[in-house]
């Protein structure tokens, strides 16, 4: 299992489109918005029947904007996994924002995956968050930032995970990304996803 994580806004999506370029398998995800013209790569499923709920259980924003979920507060999840493969009905990568914030979870149950953290400049974040039409449900995202970092931080020392800084101008950022998934990285496939004028921030 390959599973994606970062904050809104740092090129999570682009990254994905590189990793499935490369042959990862992401199955069926949320598709194009002006805004991520690739689209998503996002499972509604996971997104809205498993994350959401389970944030909502920790006295969490489900949204993951407001009040962020104390990873030292976790529900107990038996389940978990089970709900989250049977929403990806087969696929073998996922990508979802949200997952972080739930990264002692991910630590039980999916220990076995290979994790991709992707990274954006904090102010570049916070300049793409406040003009998106669909990130609005808070005022101060430098603090956000600081607190879903401090969680990424968690995943990367708890989980396999490689560490990624998107460039729509530079396929080959992605390489390590790629390697780390057990994929073969395929320049020309990579450039072929990857929309400068997308970028936004």
Partial sequence: MIIVVGMGRSGTSMTCGVLEACGADFGKTIGPHPENPRGFYEHRDVRDKVIKPILRRAGADPLGQTKLPDPDQMPIEPNFRRAIESCLDGATAMKCAKAMLLWPLFVE????????????????IVESCERTTFMKHRSNWGAWHDGNL???EEVKANLDAVEVWPDPTDPEVFREAVEHCGLEFDEDAVAATLIPEAWHG
Avoid: T
Wanted: aromatic share 10%; glycine share 0%.
């Fill in 150 to 152: 401090k969680r990424l």
């Fill in 109 to 124: 149950h999916f220990p076995d995956a290979r994790y991709v953290v992707v990274r954006r400049d904090r102010q570049q």
